[in-house]
């Protein structure tokens, strides 16, 4: 990779004012605590309004993945990969399925956490235990990819005179020193700041990439001579891919902790309705300007390994910066969307698995703790987590595409219980408890036997893991229920 650096003095100026306008607004939320209660910090006493809803759960939405890992895999995979846009609106319709209901329910008993739903909808430790350590295990991933992609930015944009090391470990420990301080409300409004940097970045890159290298077109006549292997259309497995994509997606995001607690932390049910009718409208202007990245990226760069492919975004705006450098001042701004998409997308993911562990984990061993006690073990978990997470990010291989495959394939497993469980009153705890252990088993068992060499693909067929497990859960819960069914009429 070139070693110039993408941020001039003036732009590095630039980022430590944002990065310590993060802390300040990090102290401005703890100032505007009303109460010292898991409601208030993990939540901000349920009042976020319609513009801060909206902004921190586009920000939280789009995250290091679209604008590191996202591009790399359309660099990969080419035109095959434009299916996504569809993919990231499904979300939203996800979301509108539960969401709703799941406020009211969240108000009527006092939810903090996805898991206080499973326990109070099902009354079984063992269903919500076992939830509560797929969210920990997926959020975890989510976190860990996020830093990665923090890593490749940070020294790109630096030239290398800030290392990948030095980047994950910098930032992160800004991400810990704001959320400590005021919770889910600092969060959500340094997400608001990060949002509209992250809109703004996205249509500055595609607006600068049509200029210089001529946009889409431009890159579909180079590719169809370099590469007409991205032009070649589906193939049955392919399609498969892409439904079983889909699924894993409707099914995973829409349930991640730090979006449930969004939910919940809305101001009321208009509000929430609201923001979902604006999210709609977002992966035109954040997922396709990304795809066309991604192909002229694959264009103008051949032949980069997977690592490479990672970077290809940062390839492309060192040239922009070479052969223009009038523009060098604006490349600061999508830097900064960079940045402000991975730490929106870390900060929530973070917060939300220090209360699932808080709340759903440490509070039923410790049922008599006080809610001060609760919140200061939250926040020792949350900096000891991420102690090893800096370090698996550091170390792991795996590319972003990838670590975010697994996650879904396991997060999408607990739906079920969110999708059925708010809708059907006769669904019992043993039929989703049967499925969870059922889906996770099955999806695990193909992940580990093609890790294990034994000729199994990490798609079968072209379908996730994650789908032949989530297939198995459902049928699951419905042979079960019918069978509880039969037992209750005799």
Same mark, same amino acid.
């Given at each position: 990779?070139?070693s ?16 310590t ?13 009303? $109460? %010292? ?6 939540l901000g ?6 513009m801060?809803l909206f902004?921190?759960l586009?920000?939280t ?5 679209t604008?590191?890992?996202f ?20 979300i939203?319709g ?12 969240s108000?009527?008993?006092g ?26 295990i997926?959020l ?13 930015i ?16 910098? /930032? ?7 959320e400590? /301080?005021?919770g889910?409300r ?6 608001a700041?990060?949002g509209?940097?992250?809109a ?43 439904l079983?994509?889909?699924i ?13 607690q969004?939910i919940?932390?809305a101001?009321? $049910?208009?509000?929430l ?7 709609? &409208?977002?992966?035109? &202007? ?11 990226g ?8 997977k ?9 492309? /705006?060192?040239?922009?910066? $070479? ?15 960079a940045v402000?998409?991975?730490?929106s ?6 917060l ?7 709340q759903?984990?440490y ?6 703790s006080s ?22 990010a ?8 990838r ?20 809708h059907?009153k ?16 099955v ?6 036997? %093609? ?8 798609k ?9 497990? /989530?297939a198995? %859960? ?9 069978g ?7």
């Amino acid at each position: 990779m070139n070693s110039t650096a993408l941020l001039g003095p003036g732009g590095v100026i630039f980022m430590g004012i944002y990065l310590t306008s993060l802390i300040v607004v990090g102290l401005a939320g703890r100032f505007a605590r009303r $109460e %010292n209660s898991m409601s208030d910090f993990f939540l901000g006493n349920r009042g976020l309004g319609l513009m801060v809803l909206f902004l921190t759960l586009y920000a939280t939405q789009y995250s290091g993945l679209t604008l590191v890992g996202f591009v790399g895999n359309v660099y990969r995979t080419g035109y095959f990969f434009l299916v996504s846009v569809t993919f990231v609106m499904s979300i939203v319709g996800a979301y509108l399925v539960y969401a709703p209901k799941m406020h009211r329910l969240s108000r009527q008993y006092g939810y903090i956490t996805i898991g206080d739903y499973i326990q109070q909808r099902f009354k079984s430790t063992p269903l919500t235990s076992l939830s509560t350590v797929i969210f920990i295990i997926t959020l975890g991933n989510y976190i860990l990819s996020n830093l990665k992609a923090i890593g490749y930015i940070v020294e790109a944009s630096t030239g290398g005179y800030v290392t990948f090391v030095q980047g994950i470990v910098v /930032l992160s420990l800004i991400m810990l020193v704001y959320e400590t /301080l005021g919770g889910l409300r600092s969060v959500a409004w340094t997400d608001a700041i990060q949002g509209i940097l992250l809109a703004a970045g996205c249509i500055f890159i595609f607006g600068v990439i049509s200029y210089q290298y001529g946009g889409l077109s431009a890159a579909a006549e180079k590719l169809m001579t370099a590469q007409p292997a991205f032009w070649r259309p589906p193939s049955l497995q392919q399609k498969f891919t892409w439904l079983s994509t889909l699924i894993i997606v409707f099914f995973g995001p829409s349930i991640y902790p730090h979006a449930v607690q969004r939910i919940y932390a809305a101001k009321d $049910e208009l509000t929430l309705r609201r923001s979902f009718q604006i999210m709609v &409208f977002m992966p035109i &202007f954040t997922t396709f300007f990304m795809f066309v990245v991604g192909l002229v990226g694959a264009a103008q760069f051949p032949g980069l390994d997977k690592q490479g492919s990672e970077q290809v975004t940062l390839f492309l /705006l060192n040239d922009i910066a $070479e052969r223009l450098p009038s523009v060098r001042f604006l490349l600061i701004l999508f830097l900064s969307a960079a940045v402000a998409a991975i730490m929106s997308t870390v900060d929530s993911a973070l917060l939300a698995i220090s209360s699932v562990f808080t709340q759903d984990l440490y509070m039923r061993i410790r049922p008599k703790s006080s809610q001060h006690r609760l919140t200061v073990t939250g926040k020792v978990f949350s900096w000891g987590l991420m102690a090893i997470l800096v370090i698996l990010a550091i170390q792991l291989p795996q590319t972003l595409w990838r670590l975010t495959e697994i996650k879904l394939e396991l997060l999408c497993q607990a739906a079920p219980a969110i999708f059925l469980g708010v809708h059907l009153k006769s669904l019992r705890s043993d039929a989703v408890l049967s499925g969870l252990v059922i889906g996770t088993c099955v999806a695990l068992a193909i992940m580990f036997a %093609n890790l294990a060499g034994l000729g199994i693909a990490t798609k079968p067929m072209g379908i996730h893991a994650g789908v032949w497990g /989530l297939a198995a %859960n459902f049928l699951t819960v419905g042979l079960v229920s019918r069978g509880s069914g039969a037992r209750r009429s005799r």
